[in-house]
């Protein structure tokens, strides 16, 4: 059985600059899997090539056994793959009810005559996703606020809006682009908690760039190193901390 997501040889090139190189990695089915490296390493560019954002030069992309590259983004996302960002991109007006409910039209049946006529369908489908709006609120404890504007929301809770709005497109794999960033030692403890939670209770995989050790080497089952696009270094969180070139290139001796 294939792995979820395989990268091939992925390379891509912007101009003359080589920005990731014959890079090759795989998420099996509902694992959490950390990307890391040292700042322009090329991780957000994989996860741009992986959602269809940037399209590779060179090597192949496979999800659930489908090669994704010439795909768009929101095709890419149909096929079950969901990912935040590194700085968060809400719709900071709407409510935070309506940031979640708006990632739910994804897999809409209805079509635009239902729609403008507001039949029995329409209807039916938009109850349904007004209550799975909430349910997945509550389970996040963010329901107390669904009426709010998701600006007026602490930056934790923003970050948590956003993993809530990925999982509404009902992934199963799930990008997670430096959710740790701009979070204090308390709050990093509970996005720990809170992605471990996530992988358990939707049964999904996880792709995790974090640039916090801490939070990678907690919750990571299996690391990739890159740098300078390239990947230098894959393995358990033991492995990775004890490889001499990961040391070098990344986590520095208070991690040897």
């Not at 005559?113 to 489908?125: D, N």
């Not at 809770?157 to 509404?168: C, G, P």
């Not at 979070?183 to 995989?205: G, R």
Request: glycine share 8%; aromatic share 6%.
């Amino acid at each position: 059985m294939p792995p979820l997501l395989q990268l091939d040889n992925v390379t891509i090139c912007f101009g003359g600059l080589t920005a990731v190189s014959e890079v090759s990695a795989t998420v099996g089915e509902g694992e959490l899997v950390g990307l890391i490296g040292p700042n322009g390493a090329g991780k957000t560019t994989v996860f741009n090539m992986v959602t269809g954002v940037y399209q590779p030069t060179r090597g192949t992309i496979a999800f659930a056994g489908k090669p994704t590259v010439g795909m768009k983004p929101f095709e890419i996302t149909a096929l079950g793959i969901a990912r935040t960002f590194q700085n968060i991109r809400l719709f900071p007006s709407l409510s935070v009810f309506d940031n979640v409910r708006v990632a739910f039209h994804l897999h809409l049946e209805h079509d635009a005559i239902h729609s403008l006529t507001r039949g029995g369908k329409f209807r039916r489908e938009e109850t349904q996703i007004a209550e799975r709006t909430l349910e997945l609120l509550e389970i996040f404890n963010l329901g107390r606020v669904q009426n709010e504007p998701a600006k007026s929301l602490s930056y934790g809770d923003q970050r948590r809006l956003e993993i809530i709005r990925a999982l509404a497109t009902r992934p199963k794999l799930l990008l997670l682009d430096e959710p740790a960033a701009g979070m204090n030692p308390t709050e990093k403890v509970e996005l720990m908690k809170l992605i471990q939670f996530i992988q358990e209770k939707f049964k999904l995989a996880i792709l995790l760039v974090e640039h916090d050790m801490k939070v990678v080497m907690g919750i990571c089952q299996r690391i990739h190193v890159l740098e300078y696009g390239r990947k230098i270094a894959e393995g358990t969180p033991t492995e990775i901390r004890a490889n001499p070139a990961v040391v070098a290139a990344y986590l520095g001796k208070e991690h040897a």
